[in-house]
């Protein structure tokens, strides 16, 4: 954990520096990719064994495009065909320029260093995911810039979003966890925006982020760029299924509970 919040500060650094400096904003993501893995493997030579793509992955994570891919289903599904597509080739690209960048990261520690020392990841208590939830959608309050009122409330968003998914995993499917979760916080985000006359999007869009498949997809992309075709393919057509429940969970929330006008 500490590894992995060390990671996601350099990642934090690279792009503040992003920010301020152009050139360096358009290959952010492969940047920052390649940055997180090389230093994710160096730490297994300095610090021994430990599950090295995990701690690479939860620098990364937010940098993800699944938000984008799953506004893009939405779109596409809603007949919104430019701006769907648009979306969904930066999001292809995004997940490529990452994958370059594991794999360029991975080389160059094996070229200049040695093989990383790879353990498998301990698995952690039930209660530590709901921490992870909270600490998660505290996160999102700052990174969406929503005003520190909606903390509590996307901190709810957020656990209806991942007792969904988990209720819904455990009734049906993985795929249908992850619609349950989001019709839930679909439609909890509208009766919020009916009660206090705010925008659903304040809670709905912290929600769908703790249930998109980026993470999935950067997985998928690694395992092809690591020549495990048939883990590759298998993993990134649960993404795309994960993303398809999402925008039908999302679009059976405004059915279901429509908004009086939109806010």
């Not at 992870?132 to 901190?155: E, Y």
Request: charge should be positive.
């Amino acid at each position: 954990i500490g590894l992995s919040a060390a990671l996601g500060f350099v990642i934090g650094l690279l792009a503040l520096l992003a920010g301020k400096w152009e050139a360096a904003g358009r290959v952010f993501e492969p940047m920052a990719a390649f940055v997180a893995t090389f230093l994710a493997a160096a730490f297994s030579l300095l610090f021994g064994a430990y599950a090295v793509s995990n701690a690479a992955l939860a620098g990364l994570i937010i940098l993800m495009p699944g938000l984008t891919l799953t506004v893009a289903m939405i779109e596409l599904s809603t007949r919104h065909l430019a701006s769907g597509t648009a979306r969904l080739s930066a999001a292809f690209v995004t997940f490529l320029g990452m994958g370059f960048g594991v794999a360029m990261g991975n080389t160059l520690v094996s070229a200049w260093l040695n093989d990383p020392r790879i353990a498998r990841a301990a698995p952690l208590p039930a209660w530590t995911e709901w921490l992870a939830v909270i600490a998660m959608s505290l996160a999102l309050t700052v990174l969406l810039r929503a005003k520190p009122r909606d903390a509590v409330w996307i901190i709810c968003a957020g656990a209806l979003a991942v007792a969904g998914r988990q209720l819904g995993a455990h009734w049906f499917s993985p795929d249908l966890g992850a619609f349950i979760g989001a019709l839930i916080v679909g439609i909890a985000s509208r009766f919020y925006a009916c009660a206090f006359d705010r925008p659903a999007v304040i809670t709905q869009v912290p929600g769908i982020l703790l249930l998109v498949p980026g993470s999935v997809g950067f997985r998928g992309l690694a395992a092809l760029l690591d020549k495990q075709v048939i883990s590759g393919v298998d993993t990134t057509f649960k993404m795309i299924l994960t993303a398809v429940a999402l925008v039908a969970g999302t679009l059976i929330a405004n059915i279901v509970a429509p908004l009086r006008r939109e806010i």
